[in-house]
């Protein structure tokens, strides 16, 4: 077994782990943070998808091992229901998502996005977002959900949701 | 056998505060964004036992023994079993499509392999340990003595004399032989000018929905609760009786968040079975949650037909007849309905068309694979693939354009019978054509294919117009008596206002990603005068509401959303005759206006839902004879099916050095009756179209001729991702069904029914001038690469073609 200390959503937390453990599922099987998924085993889906130290990574390729001293971000961490981050506020607004197990790790994957490019173009997000599988949405309102909230981020802070959706 | 008329449902006023047929932003998605929701791998419970399943890599052979000893001495291990510890299960797997005067061959299916394995992947033992990890490990250890068995994955090659035989009791791989004909279908080809016939392969494809499966069994004071990333929770619960031998108040199955389903999760699945058994057998919570890996070997598969089609046609164009002949590979062994998936090809076959006569033979086969049923579509999207590709084939062989084919025989009329009993419900099928070739201006493009072909740039432009059934359906046309199935096919619905004026509404539909807590709640809202945010929709969970029949099919809305209307009609109802009493009014005087239950033309004598609820249950004041309370509960069998349909229209450009397809527009109009929610369609449209644009152009189930899944993981299975689809231009008509009194029919399915064969008509459009004249999906670059080289090679640019 092996000691592990991190930060979680601002959480400070020290673990014995096995080596071989998985980010996800020291996330998900120790910390209870269950919002992170797991949608397949190759790396491929991104439904895993958080941030380590500032960058969006598949926490399923990552060993709980090598995040001893990391700061994590989980879906958790980056907004509530009574105060969403506006690409939490943007996914909603615009349907950008459906049966929602992809979603938690589309938002981490496109906060990265803007974070490094605050006026990403449809094409941006496409490509930024293609190691995240959705099979509900089509992507269509996922894309027009970033767009938005890019939009939001860089020109102030998020105002209310509206209650009716012009798509 | 035909399906009952379409008579007309009542309709009736909704009364309403005007919520249905707004785009609200769905009840849903708070805990969907934040992380909060429930999905069944996010529940542990004190004592969880984790199952790690030990699988064949063979894909046919006999059982000689199986040691579990060095895996039972593994740490953390708790009880390893095989079939030999499960003499106690009552049934296998039952399959529930049994039609009249057909002889189906069901195999024994148990959770377990009893003796032999038919299939890679088929589970042959569990290990359950308190570990998850060092399950894994001990499952590793467990030692299978295989000997294998001759293989055959091609289905036409297992219905040959001397294939090997998968199952000897039966002496045949055929599974079922039957046929649907309906007018006089000899005569339609003797009579015909023109006979186009076409072989064509719509290839095996999985569900993919992104939550793997998850079950979480618990055995606890004589009772056993399941948690299931489930379709079909109430099905689920009578199938777990049968095959476990308890009876069924005794069991309660929840289907929490489920994240996705596209017909992969309805079902009922040996580790779901197994899990439970296993909660019985040691006392303790067990757990099952499928790796990706397991998803594409054993999480049922979709299609997987191969089609010999032919339509006959008078010179003029007007048609004659179509006749398919359909080939199911079924794979080993059944799960709950496969064999009927392809019956629903027979159900459209007609199109959007006035074929005076149809017929569809179907033959399913058994392989060496794993079991086929329903994956998004069931059936429709290979009849429409079909239909539409041959209709090209024809256009083209009578030289005419293939819309004006298609317009020279859309049906017009309706209600409308079609030669094999099915009666269309309404349409408006030159509509949607119309709508769609205005977004798409086909002369424009014309023109720019044109030029871009000077340039040596290939783009095409291919159409799908599409009929399809949904809403199943009148139990009388559906049951044992008329296509077979063994249930019933109604929808159940329960609307309970409670004391204070909230509104608690149970649906026996089970969502998973549709928005049915919204939709429903707008649908009840307006008939009851309060806003959706004060109506709980509850679902998937067999302890609360009605027996329902769940969510497959395109149902949910055309029957459950139905069945919760009429329930909150009824709720409106007493409403009213309370009110009435307290006014001193007649019951037929008080309206619904305005959130207030209301004397006509007296606005100041109202009353609302939550004074309404006060009178009910504080029952001093009722009318006499009215019980207490105000809680309804609906039963809703549909009359007739719903047939929603549409047009679409692909334009994909072909890199004919490369053979890579890129589709560049994608325009689609659709009809499901009125709106409930436009945002829900239109989401449904979108991930209805991408669904089948990756079976079109990227995804296979890919087995050897060893047996072997060559395509089983997220690696080699290539959903699209965003970067690999366009947005999509999309529109509506509204033509109501008079099947239901709320006009709406179902779109779950309908983009993905329609899609596939406009993106390979694009195709074969962009590729005209190199001679290509039909191409099998997936139009992966090597097939299309392959299909222009046969095409040069064989009959230079002007004719010939390639398959």
């Given amino acids: ?167 | 056998m035909g399906a009952p008329g379409a008579e007309a449902a009542e309709k009736t006023e909704s009364g309403g505060n005007g919520y249905v047929g707004r785009s609200l932003k769905r009840k849903e998605d708070p805990r969907l964004i934040t992380g909060g929701a429930t999905y069944t791998d996010d529940m542990v419970l004190p004592g969880t036992l984790y199952a790690a399943i030990v699988r064949s890599p063979e894909p046919h052979a006999k059982i000689l023994s199986i040691d579990t000893e060095a895996a039972s001495q593994m740490p953390g291990v708790q009880a390893v079993f095989t079939d030999e510890d499960m003499a106690d299960m009552a049934a296998p797997c039952p399959m529930v499509f049994v039609p009249p005067g057909v002889e189906m061959r069901v195999p024994d299916h148990w959770p377990l392999a009893r003796g032999k394995v038919g299939y890679v992947g088929q589970a042959v033992a569990v290990v359950l340990g308190t570990d998850k990890y060092s399950v894994v490990d001990a499952a590793g250890q467990v030692v299978v003595d295989y000997d294998p068995l001759p293989v055959v994955t091609d289905p036409e090659k297992a219905l040959e004399a001397g294939s090997p035989i998968i199952h000897d009791e039966f002496g045949t791989n055929t599974v079922f032989e039957w046929s649907l004909p309906g007018g006089d279908v000899a005569a339609a080809f003797r009579d015909a000018d023109v006979v186009v016939e076409k072989r064509i392969v719509n290839h095996r494809t999985a569900g993919a929905a992104i939550e793997p499966r998850s079950f979480l069994a618990q055995w606890r004071e004589g009772k056993l609760t399941l948690w299931s990333s489930t379709q079909i929770p109430h099905i689920c619960r009578v199938i777990l009786s049968i095959q476990l031998g308890i009876t069924e108040e005794k069991i309660r199955v929840v289907a929490p968040e489920v994240g996705g389903g596209f017909g992969s999760k309805l079902q009922v699945y040996g580790e779901e079975v197994l899990a439970c058994w296993c909660a019985r057998k040691t006392g303790r919570p067990v757990k099952y949650t499928a790796t990706r890996s397991e998803e594409m070997l054993v999480t049922h598969h979709g299609r997987d037909q191969i089609d010999y089609v032919k339509i006959g046609a008078k010179r003029d164009g007007k048609l004659t007849g179509i006749h398919a002949r359909i080939i199911q590979d079924c794979g080993a062994y059944h799960l709950i309905e496969g064999p009927v998936i392809p019956t629903f090809s027979a159900c459209v076959i007609s199109g959007c068309y006035d074929f005076p006569a149809v017929q569809t033979d179907i033959v399913g086969v058994f392989t060496n694979k794993f079991t086929t049923d329903a994956i998004r579509g069931a059936g429709r999207p290979e009849a429409t693939h079909f239909i539409e590709l041959t209709m090209d084939a024809l256009a083209e062989e009578l030289g005419m354009d293939p819309l004006e084919l298609r317009r020279k025989n859309f049906i017009t009329e309706f209600p409308n019978e079609r030669p094999h009993g099915f009666i269309y419900d309404s349409g408006n099928y030159h509509g949607t054509l119309d709508k769609c070739l205005e977004k798409l201006d086909l002369e424009g493009f014309r023109r720019e294919q044109a030029e871009l072909r000077e340039r040596g740039v290939f783009r095409g432009v291919g159409f799908s117009t599409y009929v399809e059934i949904c809403g199943l359906g009148p139990s009388r046309a559906l049951g044992p008596e008329g296509w077979g199935m063994q249930g019933g096919y109604f929808e159940s619905a329960q609307v309970r206002v409670l004391p204070t004026g909230a509104v608690t509404a149970y649906t026996g539909v089970s969502p998973h990603g549709q928005g049915h807590e919204t939709g429903f709640a707008q649908i009840v809202a307006d008939r009851v005068g309060v806003a959706p945010d004060v109506v709980e929709v509850i679902h998937g969970d067999t302890n609360t509401g009605p027996f329902g029949k769940n969510t497959y099919g395109s149902r949910s809305l055309a029957v459950g959303g139905e069945a919760i209307a009429r329930a909150a009609e009824k709720i409106q109802d007493k409403a009213r005759r309370i009110v009435a009493h307290k006014m001193e009014a007649a019951p037929e005087d008080i309206e619904l206006s305005d959130g207030k239950f209301q004397v006509r033309g007296s606005p100041g004598k109202a009353m609302t839902l939550a004074e309404v609820a006060g009178e009910a249950y504080i029952p001093a004041d009722l009318p006499d004879g009215m019980e207490a309370g105000l809680d309804e509960i609906c039963f809703f069998d549909p009359p007739n099916f719903v047939w929603p349909f549409g047009a679409h229209a692909c334009v994909t450009e072909v890199d004919v050095e490369t053979g890579r397809v890129d589709v560049v527009r994608y325009v689609a109009v659709d009809d499901c009756g009125p709106a409930i929610n436009p945002l829900l369609i239109e989401g449904q449209i979108h991930g209805g179209i991408v669904h089948a644009l990756g079976q079109a152009l990227y995804e296979q189930l890919v087995y050897d001729s060893e047996g072997q899944l060559i395509t089983g993981t997220f690696v080699d299975y290539a959903l699209p991702s965003a970067a690999d689809v366009p947005s999509f231009e999309t529109d509506r008509t509204e033509t109501p069904t008079p099947t239901n009194t709320l006009g709406v029919k179902g779109v779950g399915e309908a983009a993905t029914i329609a899609c596939s064969p406009a993106v390979v008509a694009s195709v074969v459009d962009a590729l005209r001038p190199l001679g290509v004249t039909h191409v099998d999906m997936p139009l992966t670059p090597m097939r299309i690469w392959e299909a222009i080289q046969a095409a040069q090679g064989s009959a230079g640019p002007n004719g010939g073609g390639a398959s």
Wanted: charged share 20%.
């Fill in chain 1, 1 to 167: 077994m092996a000691r592990v200390s991190l930060t979680v959503n601002g959480v400070g937390y020290t673990e014995e782990v096995e080596p071989r453990l998985l980010l996800v599922h020291l996330i998900r099987d120790k910390l209870g943070l269950t919002g992170t998924h797991v949608g397949c085993d190759t790396s491929n889906c991104g439904a895993c998808t958080l941030h380590l130290d500032g960058q969006a990574v598949k926490s399923c390729t990552v060993l709980a091992v090598q995040c001893d001293g990391s700061e994590v971000t989980t879906i958790e961490g980056i907004g509530a229901e009574d105060a969403l981050h506006p690409l939490q506020q943007a996914f909603w607004a615009k349907h950008g998502l459906q049966c929602g197990y992809c979603t938690p790790g589309m938002i981490m994957a496109a906060a990265d996005l803007i974070a490094r490019n605050a006026d990403p173009s449809d094409e941006d997000i496409r490509e930024a977002l293609a190691g995240n599988l959705c099979r509900c949405t089509g992507y269509q309102n996922i894309v027009k959900a970033v767009r938005a909230a890019a939009g939001e981020m860089s020109t102030a802070s998020a105002q209310p949701s509206r209650e009716e959706v012009t798509a």
